[in-house]
């Protein structure tokens, strides 16, 4: 007769044996490198609206079917505003690429600046890839390899594009796209009705983090370029947010329902309504162009820096606060004695409201003369959409919207969440 500590030990092999335990290291942290690349007029403005543009026309191009219309805007934009850049390797062993980190499309791939570099683990498949941002692109062929996020995170098998053209992505090398899976699709050729799993689809699927979420942490600042972003695998990281996270469902308006989109109201002060619950979308994104920052360093860019409206949204907010259109930066410009009355905007987003404090609302005053405006003027990061609200793209909650709060986008729930951070009623502006 068997003890009974051995027959119990028996039986939990047998177990184990049966149903194979997964071990996942999660979460996982990547830090991130926020670049403030502007020089020339009205970037900010100029690119976001770009941007956007972009966006809703390839969720309108999900809408009708038709993945062989390329939803390029060809507009015209002197450079770049925010980005947010992380060191990533590609193949076996590694050769480590600095990638854009892009919450508004799909597909990583590499190959804009630094060239590709095959080795044992890398195979070619048959399709050819392209993808337009706004005023960038790039097309080449997709290759299957391993991409090294940490030491800890590698994942075998992704497909990646690796790029024969690009434009509008000097001083980078190519984005790692965290967006919904969906936003691959049309991406590929001949297999155009085939979707690409993204990076955290493969992580997950292959037990490397525990759920298939990213929690992204950005900070505001005043500097033209800091490490003060990271974006963490599989889970949050509770240092980088306080009280809990408030989690909205995916909208199901379209266009925005093909993105990281969900469904918001914003009230001014007590009383204003500045949007009436509508669609938009929470995107970090991705748009190129050239630009020089003290004529020493030539960079490119990424992401929605600003929080866009509805024309008719934005023009409420007009009115609200005073503000008139600055000229030499395309921003909106306010008094000192309208920014002492400048009252919080509050956005509700599935029932939980989160304030966004007048200081938030403020380019920062230290990097004035970086978009060529004038030292002492105060500047808003509102911006106009351009479209009126009610078409299902209504707002574009951008970077000065997440460097005020933590995010996640959860693939598994279908669905968004935020918490407030230690910066949300910072007066870092």
Known sequence: MFPVSML??????????????????????????????????????????????????????????????????????????????????????????????????SNTWVGATKAYAKTSTSVQTSDRVSVTYGSGSFSGTEFIDTVTITPSLVITDQSIGVATRSQGFQGTDGILGIGPVDLTLGTLSPSSNTLIPTVTDNAFSQGLISANEIGISFEPTNSLEVMNGELTWGGTDSTKFTGSISFAPLTKTSPASFFWGIDQSIRYGASTTILSTNAGIVDTGKLAGPFRINTSKLLFETGTTLLLLASDAFARYLSATGAVQDQATGLLRITSAQFANLQSLFFTINGVTFEFTANAQLWPRALNTAIGGTTNNIYLIVGNLGTPSGEGFDFINGYAFLERFYSVFDTTNHRVGFANTPFTTATTN
């Open 8 to 105: 119990s030990t028996l039986l939990l092999a047998l177990a184990v044996s049966a149903n194979p335990i997964v071990i996942r290291d999660s979460p996982v942290t990547l830090p991130l490198a926020r670049r403030l690349n502007v020089t020339s007029i009205h970037n900010l403005v100029r690119h976001d609206v770009a941007r956007a543009k972009a966006l809703r026309a390839r969720g309108e191009v999900k809408v009708s079917g038709d993945f062989h219309v390329d939803a390029i805007i060809n507009e015209q934009v002197d450079n770049q505003a925010v980005t947010y850049i992380a060191s990533v390797g590609v193949g076996s062993p590694p050769t480590s690429y600095s990638l854009l980190i892009d919450t508004g499309s």
